[in-house]
Nanobody
Framework: VQLVESGGGLVQAGGSLSLSCAAS????????MSWYREAPGQERDLVAG????????TYADSVKDRFIISRDNDKITVYLQMNTLKPEDTAVYYC??????????????WGQGTQVTVSS
């Protein structure tokens, strides 16, 4: 599975950005797609996750009611709509996928990351 993100950039506080993650390869084996972010000097944390099987969505408390994760109907592109952005949202955003046989251990896949910078 290969993941390619796009859509990062610079935005003023209060603005919006949309990120995209296009998956290719063995996409039929993908079980979960998520967005993580990593700010300088901090750990990589989950922002939003989507289970492709049952549609379950999870958000970090810090982004609830501001960010929306969604997918297209063929499930191989996941989006992150980010609204009311704050300077503390500044980070490198990574697309993540868990793929494989659900009866065995899943493999983890990461995109290359895209920078989001929110100015105050």
């Amino acid at each position: 599975v290969q993941l390619v993100e796009s859509g990062g950039g610079l935005v003023q506080a209060g603005g919006s950005l949309s990120l995209s993650c296009a998956a290719s390869g063995s996409t039929s084996s993908i079980r979960v797609m998520s967005w993580y972010r990593e700010a300088p000097g901090q750990e990589r944390d989950l922002v939003a996750g989507l289970s492709l099987g049952d549609g379950t969505i999870t958000y970090a408390d810090s982004v609830k009611d501001r960010f929306i994760i969604s997918r297209d109907n063929d499930k191989i592109t996941v989006y992150l709509q980010m609204n009311t952005l704050k300077p503390e949202d500044t980070a490198v955003y990574y697309c993540y996928a868990a793929a494989g046989d659900p009866h065995l251990a899943l493999n983890n896949y990461w995109g290359q990351g895209t920078q989001v910078t929110v100015s105050s």
